[in-house]
């Protein structure tokens, strides 16, 4: 099956080229050329990867990687002129999978296309199994989906209400991904049919206890300020 990628960069020469140049890869691929058409474009489950300049005119490349990251787990490669350090570093740090500086050879962005969809294949394959299996763990707690049992690293049992369950769930789900407030309302709504007559915030709050998370320097559930939170553990089986 080929590869579907969008690609988004306002340079309309780079977009036939490499548009071009991916199929001959077996890598089909839509390209746009604004966060607007990136909007219209994109789809869950339509594209296996984007492809995203960092420099564009509107959204910029952080603002919209920045987007995608928050709602969706598509692999994002930054594909930009600007290769300094610190740039590579925010591109990274605010979600994006890869960063390729031009000028480039598209050899090097075939290469970069597969590794990161073997890299994806794979995480998807053992996060399947992981959150197939009764009792999950991430850092030294562990977690029994059925019964519903927190078990500390010391070994002790921390008990759970069942909006606190659920919140937890989520996140063990989409670990390391910023997720909204909204988001987490949502999802942890669709869990069950009753809805939370308590703030995310506070549940968050009751969650942070239960894990003995310092609300001032949490480890495990961060705040991204005016943002949502981050679940920032290693979750395996």
């Given at each position: 099956?080929p ?17 071009d ?35 564009l ?111 937890l ?51 495990l ?17």
């Open positions: 099956m590869i579907r990628v969008l690609l988004v960069d306002d340079d309309a020469e780079i977009r036939e080229l490499l548009s140049y991916l199929l001959g890869y077996g890598i089909e691929t839509t390209a746009v050329a604004d966060g607007a058409a990136l909007r219209q474009a994109f789809m869950p489950g339509r594209f296996e990867l984007v492809i995203l300049d960092l420099m005119p509107g959204e910029d490349g952080i603002a919209l990687c920045r987007m995608l990251r928050a709602q969706y787990s598509v692999p994002i490669i930054m594909l930009t002129a600007r290769g300094e350090a610190a740039d590579r570093v925010l591109g990274l740090e605010i979600g994006a999978d890869d960063y390729v500086v031009k000028p480039f050879d598209p050899r090097e962005l075939v290469a970069r296309i597969r590794s990161l969809q073997r890299r994806v294949a794979g995480s998807n394959d053992a996060a399947g199994d992981t959150l197939d299996a009764d009792e999950i763990r991430f850092n030294d707690w562990r977690l029994n989906r059925v019964t519903r049992q927190l078990t500390d690293p010391a070994g002790m049992l921390i008990p759970l209400s069942n909006a606190e369950f659920r919140l769930w989520v996140f063990i789900e989409r670990p390391r991904r910023l997720l909204t407030r909204d988001q987490l309302l949502d999802a942890a709504r669709g869990r069950a049919a009753e809805a939370f007559d308590r703030s995310i915030d506070l549940l968050v709050s009751r969650l942070r206890q239960k894990l003995n998370d310092d609300p001032k320097a949490p480890r559930l961060k705040t991204v300020r005016g943002e949502g939170y981050m679940f920032d553990a290693r979750v395996s089986k």
